[in-house]
């Protein structure tokens, strides 16, 4: 919530700054200029978490999220906040230890994704959680930057 | 998410396969120090036509037991079918311990009867005399209860040739995954395909009495847990909850299975009472509890649970609810499978910084790593308790091993092509 009103503020800053940069003569110029850039700031927040980037690594038997991940996963949850959609949180697990406990370990991590995203005032109802656990490898390897590649949440 | 029909579904018709259609190829790696030397005289067809070698096939069970060596037949002198074509000196001389004699003849309506002899070399006598009969069909069910005989007699232990063990493998073809769950013999002849689809499928878990499956798949584009009829292949779907539906295990009285849902937040252990459909909440913890299986006297269960900070094996009453932990040494003790004599544990260790199989006695708490390869994971002990299968990695391909419970006896059972894991020994058909 807050982190929306402050993506609206930036939008309303740059509005006042592109304003004055045209040089309105009049107050009519002024608002057509207002109503152009509340355009703009909503694709700018679509913009921001489409550039922010849908995967979030973790590390071994860890469901903590990252310090990196946490700025990508503002800038969705404003974009989601914005315009509504249903989303689906995969969680996925390195192919290291056993099938069933990568199970829970790859819904462990998307239900943390899922909590600093309501947390951050997205609808619980808008997120489907599922768990693929080891089964759906994104780099096939067995080593550790393979690995490091597979402990992940997806959003989609 | 894939709907029902849009999601490749194929359930074989569960005709006889040959062996041509097998995945699974096998090598002994490492065998028994000193193996008993056997020698399995071909069996005389007397004019009767079968696909099978029954000799090569009782040979292969013996030596994938890693406790017998068998002779080659070019080394034999001579092809005896009965004990009194036996000349005993000949086979003393080659260093032959114990010898295998048997011939096939017809019965009138149309089944075959095999009648064979165990005979000591040393001893210079028949050990034991039997016939098993069968349709040319079931060459390969005769030529594994002749082999569960002979193992019987010799080792005092009872033979689990005729048994059946569910895998699943996983084929990339176009950069997408088609799974298959199969069956096949222990040497992984007769494969059966169960089911195939497009998306994942894992956890088989066989009913006490060998007819039924139940295991996990992502079919309807989340996981729920399905039962299925291994004769008929009618199949039913059993959950359908929100969150996972995972790791089904078939109580010892067929009537239950204790499964995983997180369905209320978190995973917990649930017990589904087959007839009544009724679902009871076993765990009651915010960590992961998973992967549960039953005690022989169907009143525990044994689970992997992080909630003392990392995965290990504890003990769950079924009717208290009371949890003991079990393991303590290692930083990774999960997915544990129970030996017949109710006392002994495989499960995944992880030591220094590889996953291995490791046994753990439950009497006195001491854990031997079994495996020296890496990535193990998915242990299931022989209905006998003499071996165990396990899945691995060989370079980046899954592959099932087995060893034995005192680590003397290795083979790998690798896929013909891509990801073979997930086994699931079965019990004693018979």
Not at chain 2, 342 to 355: C, E, I, P
């Amino acid at each position: 919530m807050k982190n929306s009103k402050k993506f609206a503020l930036t939008a309303v800053l740059l509005s006042l700054l592109v304003g004055c940069s045209t040089a309105p003569t009049d107050d009519t110029t002024v608002i057509e200029d207002t109503t152009v850039q509340t355009v703009q700031a909503d694709t700018t927040i679509e913009d921001a978490a489409a550039a922010a980037g849908s995967v979030f690594y973790f590390d071994f038997d860890k469901a903590v999220l990252k310090v990196e991940s946490r700025a990508a996963l503002l800038a969705h949850s404003s974009a989601l906040m914005a315009s509504p959609r249903s989303v689906r949180l995969e969680g996925h697990a390195d192919e290291r230890g056993t099938r069933e406990y990568n199970m829970a370990l790859g819904e462990r991590r998307a239900n943390a994704v899922k909590e600093f995203m309501v947390l951050q005032g997205v609808s619980s109802g808008l997120i489907e959680v599922i768990s693929y656990g080891e089964e759906r490898a994104a780099s096939y390897g067995s080593n550790d930057s393979a690995w490091e590649m597979n402990r992940r949440v997806e959003l989609k | 998410m894939l709907s029902w029909k849009k999601s490749l579904l194929l359930i074989a018709l569960l005709l006889a396969s040959g062996s041509a259609w097998s995945e699974l190829v096998i090598r002994v790696t490492q065998g028994n120090d000193k193996p008993t030397i056997i020698a399995v005289s071909p069996i005389a067809l007397n004019g009767i036509q079968i696909e099978e070698d029954i000799g090569r096939i009782i040979e292969g069970d013996l030596t994938r037991s890693g406790l017998f060596s068998a002779m080659p037949r070019r080394d034999m002198l001579a092809f005896p079918a009965t004990a009194i074509d036996v000349y005993f000196r000949d086979w003393r001389i080659l260093g032959t311990e114990y010898l295998v004699v048997g011939s096939l003849i017809a019965i009138d309506d149309g089944s075959y009867q095999l009648d064979f002899s165990l005979l000591s070399v040393t001893g210079q006598k028949a050990v034991f005399e039997h016939s098993v009969r069968g349709t040319k069909v079931q060459m390969r069910d005769l030529a594994h209860l002749m082999s569960d005989k002979i193992y019987q007699e010799i080792t005092g232990i009872r033979g689990a040739f005729s048994t059946r063990i569910a895998y699943v493998t996983a084929n990339r073809v176009k950069g997408k995954f088609i799974y298959r769950l199969n069956v096949s013999d222990t040497d992984g002849a007769r494969e059966k395909l169960m089911l195939e689809s497009r998306e994942p499928i894992m956890s088989p878990s066989w009913s006490p009495n060998g007819k039924d499956l139940a295991y996990v798949s992502f079919e309807t584009g989340r996981p729920a847990i399905f039962r299925q009829n291994l004769v008929t292949a009618e199949r039913q779907q059993l959950t359908n909850f929100s969150g996972l539906n995972g790791a089904p295990s078939w109580s010892p009285d067929g009537e239950k299975l204790a499964l995983v849902l997180s369905k209320d937040g978190n995973p917990e252990i649930y017990m589904l009472d087959l007839a009544s459909n009724r679902f009871t909440r076993l765990t009651r913890h915010f960590a992961i509890d998973t992967e549960p299986t039953w005690m022989p006297d169907g009143k525990h269960l044994l689970f992997t649970s992080d909630r003392g900070g990392s995965p290990q094996i504890y003990k769950l009453n079924v009717v208290s609810k009371k949890v003991q932990r079990l393991t303590f040494r290692g930083n990774y003790n999960a997915r544990a499978s129970l030996a017949p004599d109710g006392r002994t544990l495989a499960l995944v260790h992880r030591g220094t910084d590889v996953f291995h199989i490791a046994s753990f006695d439950l009497i006195t708490g001491r854990l031997i790593e079994l495996t020296e390869t890496r990535l193990d994971e998915s242990p299931t002990v022989a209905p006998n308790g003499a071996m165990l299968i396990y899945a691995t990695k060989q370079g980046d391909r899954g592959v099932l091993a087995a060893v034995s419970l005192d680590a003397g006896v290795r083979y790998v059972l690798p896929a013909r092509s891509g990801d073979v894991r997930e086994p699931a020994w079965s019990p004693f058909l018979r």
